[in-house]
């Protein structure tokens, strides 16, 4: 099993999710992160005053998925997750030692 881990603009939540759904993914776990890459952040502007955000809103969405399904899934999130422009996320792929359901107590993949 792999817990793949997403990082992607807030606006591609729902397009991403609905991707996952179609690939027979019900179960993700969706956060709000913050943070930033190389760009460190960014420059604004309001009312003529310039201001640095350091730190852009972004969305983590985490999925465990089988050995075989990880080239798939990481496809269809790039493919619903991409604009094409810098900030568009990144992913990152860990290896998953065992999960446990804790209402009947199943482990391995079975309990995903």
């Not at 999925?63 to 496809?75: F, G, S």
């Not at 860990?94 to 009947?104: G, L, M, Q, S």
Request: glycine share 12%; with cysteine.
């Amino acid at each position: 099993m792999k817990k793949i881990e997403a990082i992607i603009r807030p606006a591609k939540v729902g397009a991403v999710c609905e991707a996952l759904d179609r690939l027979g993914h019900p179960g993700l776990m969706v956060t709000e992160v913050e943070g930033h890459g190389h760009q460190k952040g960014l420059e604004q502007q309001v009312r003529g005053k310039t201001y640095k955000v350091e730190y852009m809103t972004k969305a983590c969405i985490r999925v465990i998925v089988h050995d075989a399904d990880v080239d798939k899934t990481i496809e269809a999130i790039c493919g619903a997750a991409v604009t094409g422009q810098v900030g568009d996320g990144k992913i990152f792929v860990y290896p998953v030692e065992d999960a446990v359901r804790i209402r009947t107590g199943e482990r391995g993949a079975v309990a995903v």
